[in-house]
């Protein structure tokens, strides 16, 4: 609130703000990937308003809050996705999240930013990778990355998940 006197007339103003506590850094912990670190994917890339398929083969990691121990580690932070097709290389790298999610043991996600590196695209990118695993452990993956500049990357496959992914609340020990 301010309050301010203008030719002998006093003149109030008030802003509101609004505040949201920060979300629970580590809700869960994961560790995600693909059997064989490789399955086959379409991939969709926008660049510059130009729309493009590749198909190719693509591997996905994501390791967030993950202890083998009945806790979270919220320093445990990383995600990778390397796509390539017939030359054509897509890598997001150095991924950190801004949040994760897990519903039960079969269903992850992580929402973050990573750098885009390869012959294809490259920069800063916002990343939403999400698993969700049959009782068969064959995994339902999507991933969604935007530059915010009009550059786009989009797959969805499904794949068998590797034997060392765990999905879980903290206090599990896998």
């Known amino acids: 609130m301010a ?40 991939v969709n890339v926008t660049q510059q308003g130009t729309p493009s398929t590749f198909q190719g083969t693509i591997n996905v990691t994501a390791i967030q809050c993950f202890t083998a121990s009945a806790m979270c580690n919220p320093a445990v932070n990383n995600f990778n996705i390397a796509f390539g097709s017939g030359g054509n290389t897509i890598n997001f790298v150095m991924g950190r999240r801004i949040s994760i999610q897990c519903d039960g043991n079969n269903f992850a996600r992580v929402h973050g930013v ?47 998940v590797s034997s060392a992914t765990f999905i879980g609340d903290c206090s599990v020990v896998p």
Request: hydrophobic share 40%.
């Open 3 to 42: 309050t301010t006197t203008v030719n002998g007339e006093t003149i109030r103003a008030m802003i509101s703000v609004h505040i949201e506590c920060p979300f629970d850094e580590c809700p869960c912990k994961y560790r995600i990937g693909i059997q064989g670190n490789a399955a086959p994917a379409t």
């Open 114 to 160: 990573a750098n885009a590196t390869g012959n294809v695209i490259n920069g800063i990118f916002d990343v939403l990778i999400e698993l969700q695993i049959s009782p068969a452990n064959i995994g339902n993956w999507t991933i969604i990355a935007s530059d915010l500049h009009g550059n786009s990357f989009s797959t969805i496959f499904s794949a068998p």
